[in-house]
């Protein structure tokens, strides 16, 4: 089992820019997919982005350019860029598993989008 620890997040202005960091602890990260998730007050948890074991990435229509999904597999890490925030962006940001959750879900990060 794999735990993650996110951090990163906070209060920004439309337009700006954050940027996330994912700790992962545990055995065989490197074998998984990884993908950021989030859930914003109200609505269920959903995949925002995600990464390979190989590398490969997938973006959600909503923030395809505005946001860039990387990891490192030797220090069992993962980060989500992201630029051109919108308010529509405002969420708790979680990272695990991808396809599926390959751990407990950790406490998230808190992002808001806010003037």
């Known amino acids: 089992q794999v735990q993650f620890v996110e951090s990163g997040g906070g209060l920004v202005q439309p337009g700006g820019s954050l940027r996330l960091s994912c700790a992962a602890s545990?055995?065989?990260?490197?074998?998984?997919?990884i993908g950021w998730y989030r859930q914003a007050p109200g609505k269920q948890r959903e995949l925002v982005a995600r990464?390979?074991?190989?590398?490969?990435?997938f973006y959600i229509n909503p923030v395809k350019g505005r946001f860039t999904i990387s990891r490192d597999n030797v220090k069992n890490t993962a980060a989500l860029q992201m630029n051109s925030l919108k308010p529509e962006d405002t969420a708790v940001y979680y990272c695990?598993?991808?396809?599926?959750?390959?751990?407990?879900w950790g406490q998230g990060t808190q992002v808001t989008v806010s003037s």
């Open positions: 990464i390979s074991s190989a590398g490969n990435t």
């Open positions: 695990n598993g991808w396809p599926g959750p390959i751990g407990p």
């Open positions: 545990g055995s065989g990260f490197s074998m998984y997919g």
